[in-house]
């Protein structure tokens, strides 16, 4: 039997849904229109006074809620590749255009122990293949050398403290004089961006820019 015969049969049998509105749909990945346009909410973010001399431009592709937040979620704490087609959709679907400038996508790495727990960086499965089809392939330019714990529930000067030294350069990277596109899944406090940012800029990176898949900053 053939893949796309195979597919129709499951499709058939287990018809998709929206992830969203659970709405059936016509294939697997698939949202429906009034969903796939309230979620399609592309815009710059805002930074900080602290992250600004870091960060050149950020950008998010969607607000974190709703359907957004639901499979961010699902992939990243509960492992279910399976919210991956729908996340592959909404990246086609995006009207964002990359900057033609940039020389470099470098996700925000995951502790080894943590990516052992989880068996992938969500990052790399959201953005990888979509970079890639257009010719921006993602470099491991960045090596996470400890773990911290949830940053959103500390205050400022925990954050600091929790990321120090929490990031170097990988062996072999070479950003010296490049436009890096630092790419994580959600923007939350900005902390952990910051000091990826920092030690690319310290590295030679001559401009980090941002880009993540949900913000809920505005």
Request: positive net charge; proline residues 6%; glycine residues 6%.
């Amino acid at each position: 039997m053939g893949r796309g015969l195979w597919q129709m049969l499951v499709d058939f049998v287990f018809p998709p849904h929206c992830p969203v509105c659970h709405a059936y749909v016509e294939h697997l990945g698939a949202w429906c229109p009034d969903c796939m346009a309230a979620a399609q909410k592309p815009h710059v973010i805002l930074l900080s006074a602290a992250m600004q001399p870091l960060i050149g431009t950020a950008w998010a592709l969607g607000r974190y809620y709703g359907g957004l937040r639901s499979l961010i979620h699902a992939l990243k704490y509960k492992k279910k590749r399976s919210a991956l087609p729908c996340i592959a959709t909404f990246l086609r679907e995006s009207d964002f255009v990359l900057p033609t400038a940039i020389d470099m996508a470098v996700p925000v790495p995951l502790h080894e122990a943590r990516y052992r727990e989880r068996g992938f960086n969500q990052v790399e499965l959201i953005f990888g293949a979509w970079l890639e089809g257009q010719g921006l392939p993602l470099e491991q330019a960045l090596v996470r050398t400890k773990q911290t714990g949830p940053l959103y529930r500390m205050r400022p000067s925990e954050r600091r403290q929790s990321l120090k030294d929490a990031f170097s350069m990988a062996r072999d990277a070479d950003v010296s004089g490049k436009h890096i596109l630092l790419l994580d899944d959600i923007l939350t406090t900005g902390a952990t961006l910051s000091a990826c940012a920092a030690v690319l800029r310290r590295a030679g990176a001559a401009r980090v820019d941002v880009l993540v898949f949900a913000s809920d900053h505005r």
